[in-house]
């Protein structure tokens, strides 16, 4: 046990104090772990049972306006953040897809635009928290799902530590630029639908979108696999994890779509 709080110590020492960038000091919420880890913590304990606990004798919010306000503002944000990091990407030298160099390693304009980028990806899956946050208050808990919360919770204390170990870039570059986009269509479908509930029955692309995020899944475990096979500044331990990471993600949504889209549709036609 001593062994492992001293190699966790060295590795907070070594990335937030001895090899912290510089340029990451005067981004919001990225000085100190503590904001992060308060808000997952606090996140997951509000979603897991306090919250619920408190809606129990409650009449449920009404937050119609308030969500469609929040899903447009998430379209545009996910949208500004995934055109300018694609347009950021193509103005890299020597420019290799098959191995994203990390930010920390670029000390160009270039470089200290990916961690902007980066930045704002991270405090996007910050805000992404509110989406429990809504259905418990609309006492929707039905929707609070084991997939929901863990994907959640570990995009954004993920984003955070990425940034602050690698400032941005690399590898999982593409996964914020892919996911962004697959949230554009998402979010655009939650205004579309909460504006005008009724479109709901006539808007047949819903399925569609867990079918993209299996897709989007499936790409990023093959992008995550190149610097095993290439020579590449990316570490190796590293894409593994994350490869990983995607296959557990695409499994557990593969599990959603079939019970949701494929049972269902089964069992109705019994």
């Not at 100190?32 to 809606?55: D, E, N």
């Not at 405090?123 to 418990?136: A, G, Q, R, S």
Request: proline share 3%; charged share 15%.
């Amino acid at each position: 046990m001593a062994l492992v709080l001293q190699k966790i110590y060295k590795f907070y020492n070594y990335h937030f104090n001895e090899n912290d960038d510089e340029r990451l000091k005067d981004l919001f919420m990225m000085d100190s772990p503590w904001p992060i880890i308060c808000i997952v913590g606090g996140y997951i304990y509000f979603v897991t049972g306090f919250g619920q606990r408190l809606m129990k004798d409650r009449r449920a919010f009404e937050l119609t306006t308030i969500i469609n306000i929040y899903n447009i503002i998430q379209v545009f944000l996910n949208l500004f953040m995934g055109i300018g990091a694609v347009i950021t990407v193509l103005e890299m030298e020597d420019l290799n897809l098959a191995c994203i160099p990390a930010a920390r390693f670029l000390k160009s304009d270039t470089g200290m635009k990916i961690i902007r980028y980066s930045h704002m990806y991270y405090l996007i899956k910050v805000i992404d928290l509110l989406d429990t946050i809504f259905f418990i208050l609309r006492k929707k808990n039905h929707q609070v799902s084991f997939l929901h919360i863990y994907h959640h919770a570990v995009m954004a204390g993920a984003s955070y530590l990425y940034i602050k170990i690698f400032s941005g870039g690399g590898q999982p570059l593409s996964l914020g630029i892919i996911n962004s986009f697959v949230h554009v269509i998402m979010y655009g479908y939650y205004f579309l639908t909460s504006f005008k509930p009724e479109l709901k029955k006539s808007i047949w692309w819903k399925k569609h979108i867990t079918q993209i995020q299996m897709i989007q899944f499936a790409v990023l475990i093959v992008h995550h696999l190149f610097p095993l096979y290439t020579e590449c500044s990316f570490p190796k331990a590293l894409s593994i994890i994350v490869a990983f990471q995607n296959i557990f993600m695409l499994f557990m949504f593969a599990d959603f779509y079939v019970k949701a889209y494929i049972k269902k549709k089964s069992v109705k036609q019994n």
